[in-house]
């Protein structure tokens, strides 16, 4: 896919410049198009001329759209117009782009456009659950209440994905704390001792031995480690950004039972919030369920959620779909099935979601409590081995001494 840079015309009559990636030069004309741009130039960049694009502070994160809402409803709700609020929001919203995003919007809807058609051209900013949510309010004539359910929809969502944060930050800092300090060991303890013992003239064990070896190899070889590393660390996330890398990894995550427990939960979670949140606002079941299926993370739930919306097209019930996938707990596609015969799905959803947040939480909890031991002894196992190779010829003196 290349790159290619341009200059156009945007609505407000200003030209600006900027690259868009396609496969061919038609194809990057017909995206710039679809941006409501005018064309005035386009070129391939090459690596050299290409465009370096630095997003200063990121784009918004859940919690900063659940802001939006709120602030969108409160000032809609005291009488301020929508072109007003857009103004004023884009004006004390800090994320920067989250800031020009608002202020697209509001040139947008001045012109005539709808509020969702005008957020739905800056898909990076505002996720298409978001979009229908405002699209089916405005249809409804129900914008605030749309508005208020998205805010609780980030606000949930935020949450739940702190809480596996923070199951993986222990895990993680624990892990490179073990590094550094096998690291120092093996490049500055193991060293002195081994400099030790060589002017002793002392037998070395085995232990000892490989133990040099390898601090040997580290201190002489990290010009070629250190690129072997960081090679293999982006080999990695390349292949995680593919699909048979995603596959390979969210399966894993389904195969490990401690995973498995917390990656079950917290997709639960989302698909029944985010499901209940779309029905509310009177978007079809069908459209309701593709877009659940695209706010998924974890691909194989993806998959399973793309077959339920083709399961309810030839007209099964989404219970039966979600059950026959084998993925989600009994306790989803019976309160599913319950909701569905009692005519109150939206209300059945939003309980499970509910529930499910309440286990996430105890998920991670659980995931916790069960890694800190197995990192502590992983931990313990390899410091203890170096400890037992500078402390092994210290022994064998220690005896020889005591035999003479």
Known sequence: MASYGYEAIDKAGKVIKGSVEADNEEKAKSEIKQQGLTLLELKEQSALTKDINIQIGGYPKPRDLSVFCRQFVAMTKAGVSILEALKM??????????????????????????????????????????????????????????????????????????????????????????????????????????????DLGTELPALTKGVMALSNFIIGKWFILVPLVIAAAIGIKSFAATDSGKHVLHGLKLRIPAMKNL???????????????????????????????????????????????????????????????G?????????????????????????????????????????MAAMEPVIILVMAGIVGILI???????????????NL
């Open 263 to 325: 990656e079950v939960k917290t997709a639960s979670s989302m698909m029944a919030r985010t499901l209940s949140t779309l029905l509310a606002a009177g978007v079809p079941l069908i459209e309701a369920v593709d877009i659940v299926g695209g706010t998924m993370e974890n691909v194989y739930f993806k998959e399973a959620l793309d077959n339920c919306k083709n399961e309810i097209i030839i007209g099964q019930p989404l219970s039966r779909p979600l059950e026959e996938c």
């Open 89 to 198: 929001l884009s004006e004390q919203t800090e994320n920067v782009q989250l800031q020009k995003a608002v202020e697209g919007v509001r040139v947008s809807v001045e012109k005539g456009e709808t509020l969702a058609h005008s957020l739905s051209e800056f898909p990076k900013v505002f996720p298409s659950l978001l979009v229908n949510m405002v699209a089916a309010g405005e249809s409804s004539g129900s914008l605030d209440v749309a508005l208020e359910r998205m805010a609780v929809q980030f606000e949930k969502s935020a949450k739940t994905k702190a809480l596996v944060k923070k199951a993986m930050i222990y895990p993680a800092v624990i892990c490179v704390v073990m590094v550094a300090v096998v690291i120092v060991m093996l490049t500055v303890v193991i060293p002195n001792y081994a400099n030790m013992f060589v």
């Open 327 to 367: 993925l989600f707990p009994p306790m989803v596609y019976h309160m599913t099935r319950i909701g569905e015969e009692a005519g109150n799905t939206e209300e059945m959803l939003t309980k499970l979601a509910d529930y499910y947040d309440e286990e996430v939480e105890l998920a991670v909890q659980s995931l």
């Open 388 to 402: 037992g190779a500078c402390m092994a010829p210290m022994l064998s003196m220690y005896q020889a001494l005591e």
